[in-house]
């Protein structure tokens, strides 16, 4: 017997493009959900432009940024600057439940399908519109790229060197927190939904999200006047915490030492070493005041071993240290093997790739992904047809109009 | 909207953000501390840089909308007022290491066999099992086992986390939407569910286009700064402005506008308005094609332009004349940020000591059931009474017992 999933039945229909928007919807996917997702192929989605290409060559349907994002829905490629484009958006929105866009504020107004007409069409559904600085408010237009956003919600100047101009995180900070508050939402409202039978309208702005995971220092910035920075590695509480050279090319161990009992542990990994007999080195403040020495004499002993040898030795002795992986080493990770956390997807233009699983486990039932990505278009016909429910006729009618992009 | 709902939050510092989201979308969220305090009270910054159990901004930030209660777990009252809390309850959450609850008696098994239909949450660094799952963890050692450190910091330094805690930031919001996704299941099927959150896989989440680019590509991203790369060119970023850094990726139409910007305002030849065709300056790149002014030249012109200028005054310019600049906004910008403010995003908040302060709020705006603060993070034990009283009845000795704790 199949496994019972979740979301089974639930309907979305996802206007939304590149990360916030997909990715939230992906989650309701993979766990039983039918999503269509619509798209244009003028401008195709961001997403689908940017790498990583199977093996390194471009192609829509050849990266895996749109790829991971999207499996387990069907899509569409509709001309919503067509009036027979339109009326088949409008066809989607009375049958879904949920309804998501990520354009520029005011874009689905005009496009004749905002929330007015939304509810008009379907009056119990639940539409989000998602966009980095929220759909009102004097800078509401700001269109840009997940880069533009980490700036802006304060996540480049606390990433990188203090000595040096912000590095940043890996590029769009904000598409990697906002999905999972629009996804906690989105499962909110539909149970509202069940037990009311009310939908509404969720507007979030992605800067609004990104803060709260910066809460505690913007509380005590408000009293104190204090700006946190960018600091390396480094902890105002903790010492050594860093990454440390290894042997190999850039090959790094990140070892933290959160109180006294783990640096005894570190000295014992390293063979009790003359230098950390040091008693300046046996509380924290020591620890903080001398960090240079330390990280130093700590440097010669991680860079005569593998990353993962010192990851083993500290770990042993109830250190947290870990191997700074790259995707090649995700691959290879043992804990990652045992969680089955990577599932292997056949797509019809990449061949079998890897793909990331989902962040939790329920027991029970296998989260998926169940299918991968649509190819640009793949489902135009099911979706009129099957979904629906258009007859032969009315799907040529719709197509000779000018509804499919 | 989740006002039937009641969540029994048994988290330290791991997870206490997944109950603020439930509690911030309208569960009743009851936070259960041991007699000495959740650990996360322990942790900075503090009011008056005083370390106290009242006076963690760590405590105060994650905690809200939660009514707030002691119980002594090594206590038969204290385990006997938890067992009668969840049977009213439909989730718990917890932070504690793999199988230490079970070894208390008090594991997902304890739990359905009190309620067949609760929903069990558990967030770790690397999941309930394997062979990691003893291992201790850190955050720093997280961002570095989960990929994201090896995309961030400078190519000559080492690779760096973000300098404020992440981690398990993410696992609790992601534990959240793992609570409702499996509360989702147990109205089908009528049984108990079991969340399984691992930290590390959250942060790999975070890598975005990378976390499995090598399979792909049959090569690793790596860290490279602010730079990002268009075919074999490198474009940096991050430039430095009159009062701090903005953000551009000078390409397409926004490209074409600065160099208006740079013709009048002399800092390159007039020539420079023909000398491309600006909006497809970057394809050219893309395509490794001729160009009649190189990248270089190209970010030299955006330097020269930002210097003198403050990032508000090219956030405004870029604005009103369609060119995305972002400004490296720190904790000061934030706070005076035009958007937020007048997005009514601030909420006022009374703190532990009595001071007034500007807090974040919360993280979107619903038409039917807006989301509101009820109430701000609790004193330890703050709802003892009303909770052990008023729902499970007990007497005021009994309370006592339960709690490990003098009554307020």
Not at chain 2, 148 to 168: E, F, K, T
Request: hydrophobic share 40%; with cysteine; net charge negative.
């Amino acid at each position: 017997m199949p496994d019972t999933l979740p979301f089974e039945g639930l309907k979305v229909a996802d206007f939304s493009w590149v990360g916030v928007g997909p990715i939230t919807t992906k989650y309701l996917a993979d766990h039983g959900a039918t999503v269509v997702r619509v798209e244009a192929n003028n401008p195709l989605d961001i997403l689908r432009v940017a790498g990583p290409f199977k093996d390194g060559v471009p192609g829509p349907d050849r990266t895996q940024f749109f790829a991971d994002y999207n499996t387990s829905k069907y899509g569409i490629t509709l001309d919503l600057k067509n009036p027979a484009g339109i009326e088949v958006a409008h066809r989607l929105i009375a049958w879904t439940d949920v309804f998501a866009e990520s354009f520029t504020p005011g874009t689905v107004d005009d496009l004749g399908i905002g929330y007015g007409t939304a509810s008009s069409l379907n009056p119990s559904i639940i539409m989000l519109s998602t966009c980095l600085m929220g759909q009102s408010g004097p800078t509401a237009s700001f269109a840009g790229f997940g880069f533009h956003a980490g700036a802006i919600a304060g996540y480049y100047e606390i990433t990188g060197w203090p000595d040096l101009p912000p590095d940043g995180p890996w590029t769009a900070y904000t598409d990697t927190l906002s999905p999972r508050f629009l996804a906690v939402t989105l499962m909110a409202a539909l149970d509202h939904r069940r037990r009311t039978g009310k939908g509404q309208y969720i507007d979030a702005a992605q800067l609004e999200m990104g803060l709260q995971f910066l809460a505690p220092q913007l509380i005590d910035h408000g009293l104190r006047g204090r700006s946190i920075t960018r600091n390396g590695n480094r902890s105002d509480v903790m010492a050594p915490h860093g990454a440390f050279p290894c042997q190999g090319e850039d090959q790094w161990c990140a070892i933290a030492v959160e109180n006294d009992r783990q640096w005894a542990g570190l000295r014992r990994a390293m063979g009790d070493s003359d230098w950390a007999k040091d008693e300046r080195f046996d509380n924290a403040a020591g620890r903080l005041a001398h960090q240079d020495e330390i990280e130093s004499m700590l440097s010669e002993w991680t860079h005569a071993r593998t990353p993962r040898a010192v990851m083993d030795a500290l770990l042993s002795e109830g250190v947290p240290a870990g191997v700074v992986q790259r995707s090649s080493d995700l691959q290879q990770d043992p804990q990652l093997a045992h969680r089955g956390f990577f599932r292997n997807l056949d797509h019809p233009e990449m061949g079998t790739v890897p793909y990331p699983g989902h962040q939790f486990r329920i027991s029970g039932y296998d989260s998926g992904p169940r299918t991968p990505a649509p190819l640009l278009g793949q489902h135009n016909e099911y979706v009129l047809k099957e979904i629906l429910g258009m007859t032969e006729e009315e799907m040529v009618d719709a197509v000779v109009a000018g509804a499919i992009a | 909207m989740l006002s039937p709902y009641t969540v029994l939050d048994l988290t330290d510092e791991k997870g206490e953000l997944a109950g603020m989201v439930l509690g911030d979308l309208g569960a009743d969220v009851i936070k259960v501390e041991p007699p000495s305090g959740s650990p996360s009270r322990a942790m900075g910054p503090f009011l008056d840089d005083a370390p106290e159990m009242e006076r963690s901004l760590q405590y105060f930030a994650f905690n809200r909308n939660k009514r707030g209660i002691s119980l002594d777990l090594e206590a038969e009252a204290g385990r006997e007022a938890l067992f009668s809390l969840v049977e009213k309850a439909d989730f718990i959450i917890e932070s504690a290491r793999p199988g230490e609850m079970a070894g208390r008696g008090l594991g997902f098994e304890a739990m359905r066999q009190a309620n067949p239909r609760i929903v069990y949450v558990a967030i770790t660094p690397f999941g309930q099992d394997g062979p990691y799952a003893d291992f201790p963890a850190s955050d720093l050692t997280l961002a570095a086992l989960g990929g994201p450190m090896s995309l961030q910091g400078h190519p000559d330094r080492p690779p760096v986390r973000l300098s404020l805690p992440q981690a398990w930031l993410h696992a609790s919001v992601e534990a959240a939407v793992g609570a409702l996704t499996a509360h989702a299941l147990m109205l089908r099927t009528d049984q108990a569910q079991f969340v399984d959150v691992s930290a590390q896989t959250a942060m790999i989440w975070t890598m975005l286009q990378g976390m499995v680019a090598h399979s792909v590509q049959g090569r690793d991203f790596n860290r490279r700064g602010s730079i990002v790369q268009l075919g074999t060119v490198n474009v940096q970023l991050v430039h430095e402005c009159a009062d701090g850094y903005v953000v551009i990726f000078p390409i397409g139409g926004a490209l074409a506008k600065m160099v208006e910007w740079w013709v009048r305002d002399g800092i390159v030849p007039e020539d420079w308005l023909t000398a491309e065709d600006w909006p497809m300056y970057h394809v050219k790149l893309l395509q490794q094609q001729p160009v009649a002014h190189t990248i270089e030249e190209v970010l030299d012109a955006v330097g020269a332009y930002v210097r003198d200028k403050t990032k508000n005054q090219l956030l405004e310019q870029g604005l009103a004349e369609g060119v995305s600049i972002a400004p490296v906004n720190n904790m000061e910008d934030l706070t005076r940020f035009r958007q937020l403010q007048e997005r009514g995003f601030w909420l006022t908040a009374p703190l532990p000591n009595g001071q007034v302060a500007q807090v974040p709020g919360i993280f979107a705006n619903l038409s039917e059931t807006p989301m509101k603060v009820h109430r701000w993070a609790p004193k330890l034990g703050e709802h003892t009474g009303e909770v052990l009283g008023d729902l499970l009845g007990l007497a005021t000795s009994q309370i006592a017992a339960a709690s490990g704790r003098a009554l307020e």
